[in-house]
């Protein structure tokens, strides 16, 4: 009796170790099948990895943060571990290059030269035959010469400028030449500016009758003048100046 209640009593424990041993062998399969998976991604990491570093110093492929998405499961976080390392090395936006500044073009250089105004190119311009008009003195001798005030007066709206020798004739009523146009006395002179209004000087010279010979020429009925620069002519109604001694001179333009 007591033989039978050991064997009845020893006989619930076997299908306990059969059981045991089935879920040992279980467990074994498993955590084989668990290192091969974590073999397989580590392997696949590592390939991913090698992939990126082989590329050309451009910025590095997005493989081996696709493979750590895939593996929620592993056996006790290996196959974590190791797309982990690989993950923040396949990311290569650290190592892209950097786009230089770009440079800024030069800036043209300030002109030195200041703007001309209307006023200064009206200052400059030359005074034209149709913005002048004309006045001419009575004689004033001296010792046997004759010197006439010939005067250039600015009508314009500006100021205009004059330099130089003007051409002077005498004409007769008919606009015949009486004998030949003034010949130039003394140097050059600076420039005038005449503002509107004002009046530049010329002086005409001749003789005396009986000074140089007893012959004088024709009484005129024009004079005709060339400003300097100009080749447009303007006439002035007059009787003066009689030449005698074959003497007719004109200064060039000066101020008063």
């Known amino acids: 009796m007591s033989d039978h209640s050991q064997t009845s009593g020893a006989t619930p424990r076997r299908p306990w170790r059969a059981s045991a041993a ?11 099948a668990a290192v091969a998976a974590s073999a397989t991604l580590l392997a696949v990491a590592t390939a991913a990895c090698d992939s990126g570093g082989g ?36 990311s290569g936006t650290a190592g892209a290059p950097s786009t230089p500044p ?21 200052t400059s311009a030359r005074c ?13 001798p001296g010792a046997g010469q004759i010197y006439y005030d010939l005067r250039l ?4 709206p500006g100021s205009c400028t004059l330099r130089g ?17 003034a010949t130039r006395e003394g140097g050059q002179l600076p420039a005038v500016t005449l503002a509107p209004g004002a ?10 009758k009986g000074i140089k010979g007893s012959s004088c020429w024709p009484r005129p009925s024009l004079l005709q003048i060339y400003p300097p620069g ?27």
Do not use: Y
């Open 22 to 32: 089935r879920a040992g062998k279980s467990r074994g399969r498993w955590r084989i």
């Open 199 to 208: 009046a530049a000087h010329i002086t005409l010279h001749t003789l005396n």
């Open 55 to 90: 590329s050309s110093g451009g910025p590095a492929a997005s493989a081996p943060p696709a493979a750590s998405a895939t593996t929620p499961t592993g056996g006790g976080g290996t196959a974590g571990d190791a797309t982990e390392g690989s993950g923040t090395e396949g």
């Open 128 to 140: 034209t035959a149709a913005r002048l008009g004309l006045g001419l003195s009575a004689p004033n």
């Open 165 to 181: 020798f003007p051409g002077v004739s005498l004409l007769a009523g008919d606009g015949a030449p009486i004998g030949t146009p």
């Open 230 to 256: 100009s080749k447009d002519a303007m006439t002035l109604a007059t009787s003066a100046p009689v030449v005698c001694g074959d003497t007719f001179r004109v200064s060039a333009v000066s101020a008063d």
């Open 102 to 122: 770009a440079t800024p073009a030069p800036s043209a250089p300030a002109s030195s030269t200041p703007p001309v105004s209307g006023q200064a190119r009206a």
């Open 153 to 156: 007066i600015n009508k314009g």
